[in-house]
């Protein structure tokens, strides 16, 4: 899972540890990636996205904000409390998995 606003990117990386942890020194490693910051790392039982494919909406159309689920998370400071708590990112992450 890969969303994109205004030049800022969050992504979920699954998969066995060792495949996630390469995957993400390889991100880490690249000039294009800046302020990179791991916001949940942990164990699943099973995958959360394991069934999606890519999709795209465009959350800068004014129609955006009546989409199920929308939320104005990715304008959120990356400083904000709300990075406190990651059941906030993972429920926006799902609730947009869904209305793909």
């Given at each position: 899972?890969?969303?994109?606003?205004?030049?800022?990117?969050?992504?979920?990386?699954?998969?066995?540890?060792?495949?996630?942890?390469?995957?993400?020194?390889?991100?880490?490693?690249?000039?294009?990636?800046?302020?990179?910051?791991?916001?949940?790392?942990?164990?699943?039982?099973?995958?959360?996205?394991?069934?999606?494919?890519?999709?795209?909406r465009n959350l800068?159309?004014?129609?955006?904000?009546?989409?199920?689920?929308?939320?104005?998370?990715?304008?959120?400071?990356?400083?904000?409390?709300?990075?406190?708590?990651?059941?906030?990112?993972?429920?926006?992450?799902?609730?947009?998995?869904?209305?793909?």
């Amino acid at each position: 899972m890969l969303l994109y606003k205004d030049g800022n990117l969050m992504q979920v990386l699954e998969g066995d540890e060792s495949a996630v942890r390469v995957m993400y020194a390889k991100i880490t490693a690249d000039d294009r990636h800046q302020g990179h910051m791991i916001l949940w790392d942990g164990y699943e039982s099973a995958r959360q996205f394991s069934d999606w494919s890519m999709a795209f909406r465009n959350l800068d159309r004014s129609d955006s904000v009546a989409t199920p689920g929308y939320s104005e998370f990715l304008n959120t400071p990356l400083t904000d409390s709300v990075f406190a708590n990651p059941s906030v990112y993972q429920r926006l992450l799902s609730t947009f998995r869904k209305s793909m």
